[in-house]
Structures are given as C-alpha cells and as structure tokens.
Nanobody, 125 residues
C-alpha cells in the first residue's frame, strides 16, 4: 500500500523560498517516476516538476524553470521540491505523486500517476 505525505507548505512573501517534502511509504523513490503537481482555485491541475529516475531526467513546467528543483533522497524515501523566487502566481495546493509503471510517454502527465498525497498549501503574497 503506497502512501505519500506532503509537508512544508505555508505563506511566504514574493521572492521567498519554500521546500516541500513528500515522504513515501510502501514504495521506493528510486523506482521510476515521482512528480509534483499543483492546482490553484478555478484552474486545472498542472505538472510542476517530475523525475524519471530510471532515465536520470527531470521535467519542469516553463513557469518554474530555473526557480524550482525536484530532488529525491533515496535514503529518506523522500522527494523534495525546492522553490525559490516565489511569485504570487505560484499560489496553489501542491501535491506529490508516484508511478512505479511510468514510461516515456506518461511521466509528465498528472493523470498517469496512480498514487497521490493529500497536498500542502502554498500561498505567496
């Protein structure tokens, strides 16, 4: 049974930083794919960052490139999302997700991920 628990959200001023954590149980983060996603009120959920560990590649949405970094810590079974230079438009509920059966055509798509956390709120003012 896979469980994901996010933490690290909060309120921050524009230009500030936050680091989100996603602790994974029942699953090993060194397996194929982990992702961070967000959904703002009235908007569709979007992929923020994803890691295809088996291929050693990462994906970032254009809106966060150069500001956000996804990094797994296999020893802690945790995936982090370091968010720098935060903007008000980054305000959203952030979710992490895992997919042990991802493939090159799936890992960037939120609907392909079967296991999700409950989310952590990020508010930038």
């Amino acid at each position: 049974h896979v469980q994901l628990v996010e933490s690290g959200g909060g309120s921050v001023q524009a230009g500030g930083s936050l680091r989100l954590s996603c602790v994974v149980s029942g699953y090993i983060v060194s397996d194929p794919c982990m992702g961070w996603f967000r959904q703002a009120p009235g908007k569709e959920r979007e992929t923020v960052a994803a890691k295809y560990t088996a291929l050693g590649i990462s994906y970032y949405a254009d809106s966060v490139k150069g500001r956000f970094t996804i990094s797994p810590d296999n020893a802690k079974n945790t995936v982090y999302l370091q968010m720098n230079s935060l903007k008000p438009e980054d305000t959203a509920m952030y979710y992490c997700a895992a997919d042990g059966a991802c493939y090159p055509g799936s890992w960037q798509k939120d609907y392909e991920y079967p296991s999700w956390g409950q989310g952590t709120q990020v508010t930038v003012s």
